[in-house]
C-alpha cells in the first residue's frame, strides 16, 4: 500500500483530484440536462415574494386554492380563497406592496443567517486558540495547522457531497421557509417520503443548489460542519499524524456528519417520527447538541481510542499524569471566541431575524454558559482545593454545548439548570475517561462534546415548555396535547414520547458517530498507523511533521525539552 | 578579586540591586534560573491529575568585586534578598585570578 505523504501517495491524491474535478463538471451537465420543477434562482431576483408574507401567528395573506374537496373544512377554506381572490383583483398595488414586504421578509433573514454564520466562521479561531493553549509547546505549530486544515479540508468534502447528502431533499418535509424554502432541493438518495435517510440533490453545488436560497443555508450548514470537524481535534492532538487527519476530516465532513444531519435536519426519517409513528414532534435538535457536537465527540471519542494514549501519559502504575497546557491566555482567549460565535450558532439556527424568539435563545444560550462555567469552578473547588482554569473554560463550552439543541425550547430557568447539571457532567466525564476508561482527551472534547452533546439532546425531552415550535416537523400545527400553539413539549411540561425520542434519537446519535467512525478508522490504521512515531512524538510534531516551530525563539530550548520528554514531561 | 554568586528569589531582585548599586558596585550580571534545594519542588493539580513542580525559578547573580567590597556586599544581598522563608537562595564566595576588560585589555581590579 502507499505511504502517506510519500510518492505514491502524492500521486494517488492527484489522480483523485483530477477525478473529482471531472466528477464536478459532470455533475453540473447532468444537473442542466434534467429540467426541474422548480426552477433555482441564482441571481435572487425570484426569491421572496407575496406568499412569504404572514402575520406574526404565521398565517399567509395569501389564499392557496383549495384542493381537496372531502376535507371537513372545505367550505370555509373555499369562501377565503375567493374573497382574497376578490379582494386582490380590487387592490392591485396592495399586491405590488405584498411582494415587496415578501422580498424583504427574507433578505431580513438571508442577513441575519449570514451573518450568524460569519459568527459560527469565527469560532474555528477560538477553537484553535483553545486546544492550542492546551497542549505542550513544543505541539503548538501542529495544533494551529490541524485546526486550519480542518476548515480547509472539511469544507470541500461538504462541497463536494456533504451538502447534498445533508440537504438534497430539504424541501420536502423540512423547507426553511425563512430562506424562500429552497424548493429545488427535492430528493431523497436513499429513501423517500417521511422515511428519507440521505439527500441526493446538490451535489457540488451544481443545477438545484445554485440557487441564492440554498446558498444562504449552505454556508451556514458548512460552518456547523465545521465545528463537528475541529472538535475531533482536542481528542487526538499531539500523536496524530497530518495525513491520517486529513481523511478523518474528509470523512467528517463527506459522509459521517451530513448523513445524521440529514436525519435530523434534512426532513430526513427521525425528524418525521412525531408524524409518521406519533413520538412527540419528532426528533428535535434546535441548533445541534448532537447533530453537531455529539457526533463530533463521539467521533473524536473512536478516534483517541483508536490512537490510544499519548506517550508517558499513564505510568507504569496506571496512573494518569499531567500533562499541563502551555498558554493559559489563549485557552481563556479561544472560550471567550467560542462564546461569542455561539451567539451565532443558536440565535442563528432560526434561519431567520423575522422569528423573534432569537433574543430568548440568545439569553438561554449566555445562562447555560455562565451556569455551567460556575458549577465547573465550584466543583472543582470543593474536590481538588482549587478551581481549575482550563476546567472552568471546559465547564462553559459544556453549559454550550448542552443549551444548543434546546436552546429555543426551554425557559431562562431551566437553561441555568441544564447549565448546572453540563457543568458537572464535564467534569466528571474527564475524571472518568482519564482514570477509568484511560481514554487520553488532552482538551476535554469527548467530555465537552459528546457527554454534554448527548445530554443537551435529551434535555429538551425534559425540559422543553410548549411555548415555541408549534408544527415544528410538521407536528401539531393547530392544536397539540389538546392545545392550539402548543409547541415542543418535554417530560415535565407533559410529552413522554417526546423524552423517550430523544432519548433514543441521542444513544442511535452516540453509537452511529462511534461506531462508524471506529470501523473505517480501524481499518484505516491497518493499512498505515495514523500514529507519528515515538521519536516523533518526543521531540514534538512541529518541526518533523510541518519543519516549523510554533515558537522559533525555542529552537535552543527544543534539545532540553527532548530530555524532558523521555521522563513524560 | 572575589566573586559573588548569589541564587536568590526573582521577587528580590530589584531590592538587591539597588543595595548593590548603592554600595557602588559598577557591574551586575543576572541569570533566569530553575532549581531546587532543600524546599525541594511542590505537587499541583491539572485537570485531576497531580504534578510535581521540582525546578522552581530563581535568579542566579554573579558579581565581581575588589576584596574590600566582598563583606558590604554579602551584607547586602543577605538584606536584599531574605523573607525568612523557606526558599530564599544561598550565596557563593569564590577567589578570581584575573579580569579583562576587552575593550582595552586592562588587567585586574581596574578592569571591574
Given at each position: 500500500?502507499?505511504?502517506?505523504?510519500?510518492?505514491?501517495?502524492?500521486?494517488?491524491?492527484l489522480?483523485?483530484?483530477?477525478?473529482?474535478?471531472?466528477?464536478?463538471?459532470?455533475?453540473?451537465?447532468?444537473?442542466?440536462?434534467?429540467?426541474?420543477?422548480?426552477?433555482?434562482?441564482?441571481?435572487?431576483?425570484?426569491?421572496?415574494?407575496?406568499?412569504?408574507?404572514?402575520?406574526?401567528?404565521?398565517?399567509?395573506?395569501?389564499?392557496?386554492?383549495?384542493?381537496?374537496?372531502?376535507?371537513?373544512?372545505?367550505?370555509?377554506?373555499?369562501?377565503?380563497?375567493?374573497?382574497?381572490?376578490?379582494?386582490?383583483?380590487?387592490?392591485?398595488?396592495?399586491?405590488?406592496?405584498?411582494?415587496?414586504?415578501?422580498?424583504?421578509?427574507?433578505?431580513?433573514?438571508?442577513?441575519w443567517?449570514?451573518l450568524?454564520?460569519?459568527?459560527?466562521?469565527?469560532?474555528?479561531?477560538?477553537?484553535?486558540?483553545?486546544?492550542?493553549?492546551?497542549?505542550?509547546k513544543?505541539?503548538?505549530?501542529?495544533?494551529?495547522?490541524?485546526?486550519?486544515?480542518?476548515?480547509v479540508?472539511?469544507?470541500?468534502?461538504?462541497?463536494?457531497?456533504?451538502?447534498?447528502?445533508?440537504?438534497?431533499?430539504?424541501?420536502?418535509?423540512?423547507?426553511?421557509?425563512?430562506?424562500?424554502?429552497?424548493?429545488?432541493?427535492?430528493?431523497?438518495?436513499?429513501?423517500?417520503?417521511?422515511?428519507g435517510?440521505?439527500?441526493?440533490?446538490?451535489?457540488f453545488?451544481?443545477?438545484?443548489?445554485?440557487?441564492?436560497?440554498?446558498?444562504?443555508?449552505?454556508?451556514?450548514?458548512?460552518?456547523?460542519?465545521?465545528t463537528?470537524?475541529?472538535?475531533?481535534?482536542?481528542?487526538?492532538?499531539?500523536?496524530?499524524?497530518?495525513?491520517?487527519?486529513?481523511?478523518?476530516?474528509?470523512?467528517?465532513?463527506?459522509?459521517?456528519?451530513?448523513?445524521?444531519?440529514?436525519?435530523?435536519?434534512?426532513?430526513?426519517?427521525?425528524?418525521q417520527?412525531?408524524?409518521?409513528?406519533?413520538?412527540?414532534?419528532?426528533?428535535?435538535?434546535?441548533?445541534?447538541?448532537?447533530?453537531?457536537?455529539?457526533?463530533?465527540?463521539?467521533?473524536?471519542?473512536?478516534?483517541?481510542?483508536?490512537?490510544?494514549?499519548?506517550?508517558?501519559?499513564?505510568?507504569?502504575?496506571?496512573?494518569?499524569?499531567?500533562?499541563?497546557?502551555?498558554?493559559?491566555?489563549?485557552?481563556?482567549?479561544?472560550?471567550?471566541?467560542?462564546?461569542?460565535?455561539?451567539?451565532?450558532?443558536?440565535?442563528?439556527?432560526?434561519l431567520?431575524?423575522?422569528?423573534?424568539?432569537?433574543?430568548?435563545?440568545?439569553?438561554?444560550?449566555?445562562l447555560?454558559?455562565?451556569?455551567?462555567?460556575?458549577?465547573?469552578?465550584?466543583?472543582?473547588?470543593?474536590?481538588?482545593?482549587?478551581?481549575?482554569?482550563?476546567?472552568?473554560?471546559?465547564?462553559?463550552?459544556?453549559?454550550?454545548?448542552?443549551?444548543?439543541?434546546?436552546?429555543?425550547?426551554?425557559?431562562?430557568t431551566?437553561?441555568?439548570?441544564?447549565?448546572?447539571?453540563?457543568?458537572v457532567?464535564?467534569?466528571?466525564?474527564?475524571?472518568?475517561?482519564?482514570?477509568?476508561?484511560k481514554?487520553?482527551?488532552?482538551?476535554?472534547?469527548?467530555?465537552?462534546?459528546?457527554?454534554?452533546?448527548?445530554?443537551?439532546?435529551?434535555?429538551?425531552?425534559?425540559?422543553?415548555?410548549?411555548?415555541?415550535?408549534?408544527?415544528?416537523?410538521?407536528?401539531?400545527?393547530?392544536?397539540?396535547?389538546?392545545?392550539?400553539?402548543?409547541?415542543?413539549?418535554?417530560?415535565i411540561?407533559?410529552?413522554?414520547?417526546?423524552?423517550?425520542l430523544?432519548?433514543?434519537?441521542?444513544?442511535?446519535?452516540?453509537?452511529?458517530?462511534?461506531?462508524?467512525?471506529?470501523?473505517?478508522?480501524?481499518?484505516?490504521?491497518?493499512?498505515?498507523?495514523m500514529?507519528?512515531?515515538?521519536?516523533?512524538?518526543?521531540?514534538?510534531?512541529?518541526?518533523?511533521?510541518?519543519?516549523?516551530?510554533?515558537?522559533?525563539?525555542?529552537?535552543?530550548?527544543?534539545?532540553?525539552?527532548?530530555?524532558?520528554?523521555?521522563?513524560?514531561? | 578579586?572575589?566573586?559573588?554568586?548569589?541564587?536568590?528569589?526573582?521577587?528580590?531582585?530589584?531590592?538587591?540591586?539597588?543595595?548593590?548599586?548603592?554600595?557602588?558596585?559598577?557591574?551586575?550580571?543576572?541569570f533566569?534560573?530553575?532549581?531546587f534545594?532543600?524546599?525541594?519542588?511542590?505537587?499541583?493539580?491539572?485537570?485531576?491529575?497531580?504534578?510535581?513542580?521540582?525546578?522552581?525559578?530563581?535568579?542566579?547573580?554573579s558579581?565581581?568585586?575588589?576584596?574590600?567590597?566582598?563583606?558590604?556586599v554579602?551584607?547586602?544581598?543577605?538584606?536584599?534578598?531574605?523573607?525568612?522563608?523557606?526558599?530564599?537562595?544561598?550565596?557563593?564566595?569564590?577567589?578570581?585570578?584575573e579580569?579583562?576588560?576587552?575593550r582595552?585589555?586592562?588587567?585586574?581590579?581596574?578592569?571591574?
Amino acid at each position: 500500500m502507499f505511504h502517506f505523504g510519500g510518492k505514491d501517495f502524492r500521486t494517488w491524491m492527484l489522480k483523485a483530484t483530477v477525478a473529482l474535478v471531472l466528477l464536478n463538471a459532470a455533475a453540473g451537465t447532468m444537473a442542466s440536462a434534467f429540467a426541474q420543477d422548480a426552477k433555482p434562482d441564482p441571481a435572487g431576483t425570484a426569491t421572496g415574494d407575496r406568499t412569504a408574507v404572514v402575520d406574526a401567528a404565521g398565517n399567509p395573506i395569501v389564499m392557496a386554492e383549495p384542493a381537496d374537496k372531502t376535507a371537513s373544512d372545505y367550505t370555509k377554506a373555499r369562501k377565503d380563497y375567493e374573497d382574497y381572490q376578490a379582494q386582490a383583483a380590487k387592490e392591485p398595488l396592495a399586491l405590488k406592496v405584498a411582494d415587496n414586504v415578501g422580498h424583504l421578509k427574507i433578505a431580513t433573514n438571508f442577513s441575519w443567517t449570514l451573518l450568524t454564520g460569519y459568527l459560527v466562521l469565527f469560532m474555528q479561531a477560538g477553537f484553535a486558540l483553545l486546544t492550542c493553549g492546551l497542549v505542550r509547546k513544543k505541539n503548538a505549530g501542529h495544533l494551529m495547522m490541524l485546526n486550519f486544515a480542518a476548515y480547509v479540508f472539511a469544507f470541500l468534502a461538504y462541497y463536494a457531497v456533504g451538502y447534498a447528502f445533508q440537504f438534497g431533499a430539504v424541501a420536502l418535509n423540512a423547507a426553511p421557509t425563512n430562506l424562500g424554502g429552497t424548493p429545488t432541493l427535492n430528493h431523497f438518495l436513499i429513501g423517500s417520503g417521511q422515511w428519507g435517510f440521505l439527500g441526493g440533490k446538490g451535489f457540488f453545488l451544481t443545477g438545484p443548489a445554485y440557487d441564492a436560497g440554498s446558498n444562504c443555508l449552505t454556508l451556514f450548514e458548512v460552518v456547523f460542519m465545521e465545528t463537528a470537524g475541529y472538535i475531533i481535534v482536542g481528542a487526538i492532538c499531539e500523536r496524530i499524524t497530518f495525513w491520517a487527519f486529513l481523511i478523518c476530516e474528509l470523512f467528517i465532513g463527506a459522509f459521517l456528519y451530513p448523513v445524521f444531519g440529514c436525519w435530523v435536519w434534512g426532513g430526513g426519517w427521525l425528524s418525521q417520527l412525531g408524524s409518521t409513528m406519533h413520538m412527540g414532534h419528532g426528533y428535535v435538535d434546535f441548533a445541534g447538541s448532537s447533530v453537531v457536537h455529539g457526533v463530533g465527540g463521539f467521533c473524536a471519542m473512536a478516534l483517541s481510542v483508536i490512537l490510544g494514549p499519548r506517550l508517558g501519559k499513564y505510568g507504569p502504575d496506571g496512573k494518569p499524569r499531567a500533562f499541563p497546557a502551555h498558554n493559559i491566555v489563549f485557552v481563556v482567549t479561544g472560550t471567550f471566541i467560542l462564546l461569542f460565535g455561539w451567539m451565532g450558532f443558536n440565535p442563528g439556527s432560526t434561519l431567520g431575524a423575522t422569528d423573534l424568539r432569537i433574543s430568548v435563545v440568545a439569553v438561554n444560550t449566555n445562562l447555560a454558559a455562565v451556569a455551567g462555567s460556575a458549577a465547573a469552578m465550584l466543583l472543582w473547588y470543593f474536590m481538588f482545593g482549587k478551581p481549575d482554569i482550563t476546567m472552568a473554560c471546559n465547564g462553559m463550552l459544556a453549559g454550550l454545548v448542552a443549551i444548543t439543541a434546546p436552546c429555543a425550547f426551554v425557559s431562562p430557568t431551566s437553561s441555568v439548570v441544564i447549565g448546572v447539571v453540563a457543568g458537572v457532567v464535564v467534569c466528571l466525564g474527564v475524571l472518568f475517561n482519564e482514570r477509568y476508561l484511560k481514554i487520553d482527551d488532552p482538551c476535554g472534547a469527548i467530555s465537552v462534546h459528546g457527554y454534554c452533546g448527548f445530554f443537551g439532546a435529551v434535555a429538551v425531552g425534559i425540559f422543553a415548555d410548549g411555548t415555541y415550535g408549534a408544527g415544528w416537523n410538521g407536528v401539531g400545527a393547530l392544536s397539540y396535547l389538546g392545545k392550539a400553539g402548543q409547541g415542543v413539549t418535554g417530560l415535565i411540561h407533559g410529552d413522554t414520547s417526546q423524552f423517550w425520542l430523544q432519548l433514543g434519537g441521542a444513544t442511535l446519535m452516540a453509537v452511529y458517530a462511534f461506531g462508524i467512525t471506529f470501523v473505517v478508522f480501524t481499518l484505516v490504521n491497518k493499512v498505515r498507523s495514523m500514529r507519528v512515531s515515538k521519536e516523533v512524538e518526543l521531540a514534538g510534531l512541529d518541526v518533523p511533521e510541518f519543519g516549523m516551530l510554533a515558537y522559533p525563539e525555542d529552537a535552543v530550548e527544543m534539545l532540553a525539552t527532548g530530555s524532558q520528554a523521555h521522563q513524560g514531561a | 578579586m572575589k566573586r559573588v554568586d548569589a541564587v536568590i528569589r526573582p521577587s528580590q531582585l530589584d531590592e538587591v540591586k539597588q543595595r548593590l548599586t548603592a554600595l557602588g558596585v559598577t557591574g551586575l550580571t543576572a541569570f533566569e534560573v530553575r532549581g531546587f534545594g532543600r524546599q525541594k519542588g511542590h505537587t499541583e493539580t491539572y485537570r485531576g491529575s497531580e504534578y510535581t513542580v521540582d525546578f522552581l525559578p530563581k535568579i542566579y547573580l554573579s558579581i565581581i568585586v575588589a576584596e574590600d567590597l566582598v563583606d558590604p556586599v554579602v551584607e547586602a544581598i543577605l538584606k536584599g534578598a531574605r523573607t525568612g522563608v523557606i526558599g530564599d537562595g544561598k550565596i557563593f564566595v569564590t577567589s578570581l585570578d584575573e579580569v579583562i576588560r576587552i575593550r582595552t585589555g586592562e588587567r585586574g581590579p581596574g578592569a571591574i
